[in-house]
């Protein structure tokens, strides 16, 4: 999906395993980094003050508003297997000084991270998730974390919705 995105925009594509990706990757080239944090531990690292952060299996809001849940975890079915209910992160962070843009999509778990990819990626859900991110005068923020929760059906996700979101400021 993000390769379907990017590549009428002829943008320079070179996949990269996480586990060799360094620095200079990350400050010289825009990125897009699929998968959870332990995969690419330089994302918790990042010049720009996180809202949200992986703990284990969840996704853990550092500063949650009023109503808001601290925890964001998967919901498994009977079978163990069976995934009914997770969440996505979502982290996109540009301008920081000497840095490349960097969209970040991820998830505990291989199915909510291709929902957190589908939701920034298919025009319907983007129309129901960028209002929200956008200031009074329609501008996305530079950058943001926003949270998604994906109800699946046989591992495939077939409904994405908005949880909440935050505006990133640099460390």
């Not at 690419?40 to 550092?62: C, H, K, M, W, Y």
């Not at 601290?70 to 996505?88: N, Q, T, W």
């Not at 129901?128 to 923020?141: A, F, M, V």
């Not at 699946?152 to 409904?159: S, T």
Request: glycine share 4%.
């Amino acid at each position: 999906e993000v390769t379907r995105l990017l590549a009428p925009h002829h943008a320079r594509l070179v996949l990269k395993r996480a586990s060799v990706l360094d620095w200079e990757d990350l400050r010289a080239n825009n990125m897009v980094i699929i998968g959870p944090p332990k995969f690419a531990p330089q994302t918790r690292d990042l010049p720009i003050q996180q809202e949200f952060v992986f703990e284990g299996t969840s996704i853990i809001n550092l500063r949650p508003a009023p109503g808001e849940a601290v925890r964001f975890h998967k919901l498994r079915a009977e079978d163990p297997e069976v995934i009914d209910e997770d969440f996505g992160l979502i982290t996109y962070a540009t301008g920081l000084s000497g840095w490349g843009d960097l969209l970040i999509l991820a998830s505990s778990s291989t199915e909510a991270t291709w929902a957190a990819a589908e939701a920034v990626t298919q025009p319907h859900y983007l129309k129901r998730l960028w209002p929200r991110l956008c200031s009074s005068d329609g501008r996305l923020p530079p950058s943001w974390q926003l949270v998604v929760r994906a109800k699946f059906r046989n591992q495939v996700p077939i409904e994405i919705q908005y949880v909440t979101h935050r505006v990133l400021r640099p460390k």
